[in-house]
T-cell receptor
Framework: AAGVIQSPRHLIKEKRETATLKCYPI?????VYWYQQGPGQDPQFLIS???????DKGSIPDRFSAQQFSDYHSELNMSSLELGDSALYFC????????????FGNGTRLTVT | AQSVAQPEDQVNVAEGNPLTVKCTYS??????LFWYVQYPNRGLQFLLK??????LVKGSYGFEAEFNKSQTSFHLKKPSALVSDSALYFC????????????FGAGTQVVVTP
């Protein structure tokens, strides 16, 4: 079965650089979520999109932005990177409403040096 | 507001013994409850969910969970643990009237020894 695809798998950036993470949800899933997971932490919700419109917003820094495109893929753009942004970034998708589970990709490991 | 508590950072169990991972939740209104498992450097994998109805929910890989409304708990269980069950387990909650974020607990590391 098709899963959520994230790219790149690993990304190394320097402080103050920008990064773009991509997510391709499971086909026919209408909602995309972005989560950030620091070392030894639980996933922290950043932002979600339903049918290409922002549906909910969590603890996403102003330096970050995201969007969902017409083909339903989503991108998380991160600017002015800081050392503290080093984390695993997960994308998840779901369909069918609040009782539907999220299906997660394998994540992008961002390292800021 | 919604929150999830997993009181144990780590659970150690011998292979073949029963495994329990505890979870309590707080949410205004009725909850949807989920369990996920995470292996190192991998995404979270869905195990099971409680929506409504039978309080005992069966999921993947022999796991089950019991919903207890009065105790606001949703403990994950497996009758006979395997070494391959060693992983990080997350409980999560979402309000039934919300399409928004899934709130995760802090996670419980399960270590199954041969």
């Amino acid at each position: 079965a098709a899963g959520v695809i994230q790219s790149p798998r690993h990304l190394i950036k320097e402080k103050r650089e920008t990064a773009t993470l991509k997510c391709y949800p499971i086909p026919r899933h209408d909602t995309v979520y972005w989560y950030q997971q620091g070392p030894g932490q639980d996933p922290q919700f950043l932002i979600s999109f339903y049918e290409k419109m922002q549906s909910d917003k969590g603890s996403i820094p102003d330096r970050f932005s995201a969007q969902q495109f017409s083909d339903y893929h989503s991108e998380l753009n991160m600017s002015s990177l800081e050392l503290g942004d080093s984390a695993l970034y997960f994308c998840a998708s779901s369909s069918g409403g609040a009782n539907s589970p999220l299906h997660f990709g394998n994540g992008t490991r961002l390292t800021v040096t | 507001a919604q929150s999830v508590a997993q009181p144990e950072d780590q659970v150690n169990v011998a292979e073949g013994n029963p495994l329990t991972v505890k979870c309590t939740y707080s949410v205004s209104g009725n909850p949807y409850l989920f369990w996920y498992v995470q292996y190192p450097n991998r995404g979270l994998q869905f195990l099971l969910k409680y929506i409504t109805g039978d309080n005992l929910v069966k999921g993947s890989y022999g796991f089950e969970a019991e919903f207890n409304k009065s105790q606001t708990s949703f403990h994950l269980k497996k009758p006979s643990a395997l070494v391959s069950d060693s992983a990080l387990y997350f409980c999560a909650v979402r309000r039934t009237d919300s399409w928004g974020k899934l709130q995760f607990g802090a996670g419980t590391q399960v270590v199954v020894t041969p």
